[in-house]
């Protein structure tokens, strides 16, 4: 047929060119001796695992951004917000244990195969290289996130560098780009963890595999005798074997993706008590370290580890017998039995100590908490361009500035001034017209009190009390003040919005007060404004005279007051200008000068934040304004 | 001693079982292969994440000289991916007082999204990338000797006064087509 013939000559071109055919057949033709065989799984399992990092790895750098700002951020993006998120960092996250594990898998069956022996003791020296490798790519992985435990944990690890004499400190400052932890010290993990490990990788791992197909694999122990002679192709019988491990492999890790997905640490903050681990395969280095103390530090943070790993390096080289039997070889095995005793044994003794830590307990259950609280603020409010969510920014700002002590916002805080839930909202302009004297509105302020004839107290003596008791502040409300004692407003506290339309029909006072509150929502500008409804709000406003005391209509119609360039009758307003209400400007003068004539005049008693930082401003007015 | 099955035959065998590989191959790429998929396209299947526009406020009209375009910034807040920003430049527009009010035309040329320029010499809308041309009103504009490669007009935005303040609707749209579509609509 034509067609095949077509396809025929296309391949035979490729194989004139490139030898794609003779490479194939090599592969899929070479013999194993004795047949294919379960044992030789772990380490085609372990280079599945690689390729898999590689792959989720490169998947993750299209998402990811390495700097001090955006690292968490992005990586939180990547987790709760775009498709398969979660489950790609889930494989990269435990492909990374999967492959240490397969690793140690991996060494020490060829060890007990005797497959580091000659002529093959090169390839065990690249295999314990690419061991070092991989551990580099957990420490380097392991920051990245810009999470409480990347930055903790990895900065144990950098100062154990730093500790090393004469080079110690110029190495820990070239690994973090300078004296701390920063932008310089992601973008220089990121390379080693991206580009510079990868290239290492791969460039060794080839080796590491050319010179195993050329010496093929270690028939030890010997197959048994049925199948001594038997010579089977690598494809399909040992693929099939290899694939069916790689299946469940994959499908443990997704699996664990799935139902675990990566931890995600709150963001990092220098200033907290956060207590660090590492990885579970550094485990034992870290537990190493508290054996030592003084000069002999660098026993356990740098001879023991060195040794060993000088000894692992160097086996082939030490291992002289001419026995092939492993009892033949204890002299290099014994060692290396005792060192993988030791480090399962110190692992171990770390997970214990730690168990029975209540202090350590305590602190990851705070450290989960925040990480909870963390997450579900950058999903209420994004993330703020200093890196954290804008929330848990503004949450610091209320704290920070004592916002909390006298008002109140989503439940919590104190009751002097008022409940800030959802302010300037049109829920929470009803709130006030209804009853502007409730106890959770202007009840308990200053001035409120002094013309409801109640005794303000001070609020540092009544605590946690209101300053005067709600329930007759309330029921003053219902009627306009006459108390003797002046308000610093000239016309008494504002009367509830039913006082104020009380010669209105009642079903025309809810349009009406409907009204009013489109209009004076209208203020902040809005997207979803009825026009409509806040001309006829802005009509009430005129009618009951609200403009008689707030300045809220614009100059040129409000014909009551004149102009704002009419000096010869200038304008007296007895109440808080609402012009622009529940804009960032009404709100920073609300802030800075909350005693002006046209706020609250002098007898409110709100703090007054001159300096308050205009970024804390924007914060807060975006976490206020943020409608429930 | 029951017969032993009969040994299949070993090309066949060898052939079943190449078959079973590839199957295996396949299911673990596709097990990889479906979420990484799902990953990479992941900008197409998110909600816009634009608010929706509004009317903001560019200034007094009277700051507005009559007969001379202004460009004026337009900030708002912004999305971008993880990051929520208040108050950052979002856009430009070209604000023209004539005697029946004002025109905004969006910045943005037609063609292919260049900021456009305006010469007054010429009293024209230049745009530096690859020269199309428009008048004070926003329509293309043919000069002999001259190619205007904008396939439409300029984009002309919503505007209201309201108590003497310019509202404009910012609004981007998609350059490079003879009709307009919102950015990502």
């Known amino acids: 047929m034509p067609r095949t013939h077509r396809s025929g000559r296309l391949a035979a071109w490729l194989e004139e060119r490139a030898g794609l055919r003779t490479l194939w057949r090599r592969v899929a033709d070479e013999p194993i001796p004795g047949g294919a065989r379960w044992l030789y799984v772990p380490g085609s399992a372990l280079a599945v695992a690689v390729l898999l990092q590689l792959v989720t790895g490169l998947l993750l750098a299209t998402s990811y951004s390495a700097s001090a700002t955006d690292a968490w951020a992005s990586v939180w993006y990547i987790e709760h917000q775009m498709t398969a998120g979660r489950v790609i960092r889930g494989l990269h996250h435990f492909g990374a244990s999967a492959a240490i594990a397969l690793m140690g898998l991996h060494i020490a069956q060829t060890f007990v195969q005797g497959a580091y022996r000659r002529p093959r003791e090169l390839n065990w020296i690249l295999g314990v290289v690419l061991m070092f490798l991989m551990l580099a790519f957990g420490l380097t992985g392991y920051l990245l996130p810009w999470d409480q435990k990347g930055y903790w944990a990895t900065q144990v690890a950098t100062r154990l560098v730093g500790t090393t004499p004469v080079v110690g400190p110029a190495l820990q400052a070239l690994a973090q780009g300078g004296d701390q932890y920063g932008n310089l010290t992601l973008t220089r993990f990121y390379a080693l963890h991206a580009l510079v490990l990868p290239a290492a990788l791969c460039t060794l791992l080839v080796a590491h595999v050319a010179l195993f197909r050329k010496h093929g694999v270690t028939t030890s122990p010997p197959a048994p005798r049925a199948e001594a002679h038997r010579i089977e192709p690598f494809i399909p019988h040992q693929l099939l074997r290899d694939i069916v491990a790689s299946a469940a492999l994959v499908g443990l890790l997704l699996a664990l993706a799935v139902r675990y997905g990566a931890p995600l640490d709150a963001p990092a903050d220098p200033a907290s008590d956060y207590e660090a681990r590492p990885e579970w395969y550094f485990l034992f280095l870290f537990q190493l370290l508290k054996y030592f103390e003084g000069p002999l530090v660098l026993l356990g943070t740098q001879v023991i580890p060195g040794l060993g790993a000088a000894f692992l390096l160097l086996v082939p080289l030490l291992d002289r017998v001419r026995g092939g039997r492993l009892r033949d070889r204890w002299r290099v095995g014994l060692p290396l039995a005792l060192m993988a005793t030791a480090i399962v044994a110190l692992a171990c003794l770390a997970v214990v100590e730690d168990a029975d830590d209540p202090h350590l307990q305590a602190s990851r259950a705070k450290a989960a908490k925040e990480a909870e609280q963390a997450i579900a603020d950058a999903a209420e409010s994004g993330i703020h361009t200093s890196g954290l969510p804008t929330v848990t920014l503004a949450r610091g700002a209320w704290k920070a500035n004592g916002c909390g002590s006298c008002h109140r916002k989503d439940g919590a805080g104190g009751g002097y001034g008022p409940d800030l839930t959802g302010f300037s909202s049109r829920a929470y302009i009803r709130r006030f017209l209804e009853k502007p004297h409730d106890r959770w509105m202007f009840g308990p302020s200053l001035y409120e009190c002094v013309c409801a004839g109640l005794t303000p107290c001070d609020p540092a003596e009544s605590q946690d009390r209101p300053l005067c008791d709600p329930g007759r502040c309330e029921s003053v409300a219902a009627e306009p003040c006459a108390h003797p004692v002046p308000s610093p407003f000239d016309l008494g506290p504002m009367p509830a919005f039913s006082v104020l339309a009380k010669d209105l029909p009642p079903p025309e006072r809810e349009a009406a007060l409907d009204a009013v509150i489109e209009r004076v929502w209208a203020e902040r500008e809005p997207p979803d404004v009825d026009a409509a409804r806040a001309a006829r709000g802005e009509a009430y406003l005129r009618s009951l005279t609200c403009d008689g005391c707030h300045r809220l209509l614009p100059p040129e119609r409000d014909a009551a007051h004149g102009t704002d360039e009419d000096e010869a009758a200038p304008p007296v307003w007895r109440a808080p200008s609402l012009q622009g209400y529940g804009g960032i400007d009404w709100f920073e003068a609300q802030l800075r000068r909350p005693h002006a004539r046209e706020r609250f005049d002098k007898g409110n008693r709100m703090t007054i934040y001159k300096g308050l930082a205009p970024n804390d401003v924007q914060l807060l007015w975006t976490w206020l304004m943020r409608t429930p | ?185």
Not at chain 2, 26 to 51: H, Y
């Open chain 2, 1 to 185: 001693m029951s017969s032993p099955a009969p040994l299949v035959e070993d090309g066949t065998r060898r052939r079943a079982l190449g078959l079973l590989c590839v199957a295996g191959l396949g299911a673990i790429a596709a097990a990889v292969g479906l979420p990484a998929l799902g990953f990479l396209l992941s900008p197409l299947t998110r909600r816009p994440e634009a608010p929706p526009p509004t009317a903001l406020n560019l200034g007094h009209v009277d700051a507005l000289p009559r007969g001379v375009p202004i460009r004026r910034v337009v900030t708002a807040s912004r999305r971008d991916a993880w990051a929520r920003e208040e108050g950052v430049p979002v856009g430009a527009v070209w604000l023209v007082r004539g005697d029946d009010g004002v025109r905004a035309l969006s910045a943005t040329c037609t063609h292919l999204g260049c900021a456009v320029d305006f010469d007054a010499g010429k009293q024209l809308f230049r745009c530096p990338c690859h020269g199309s041309r428009f008048g004070l009103d926003g329509k293309r504009v043919e000069e002999s000797g001259h190619t205007n490669p904008a396939p439409r007009d300029m984009d002309t935005l919503d505007v209201s006064l309201s108590a003497g303040s310019v509202r404009v609707t910012f609004v981007r749209y998609e350059p490079g087509r003879g009709e307009r579509v919102p950015v990502g609509g």
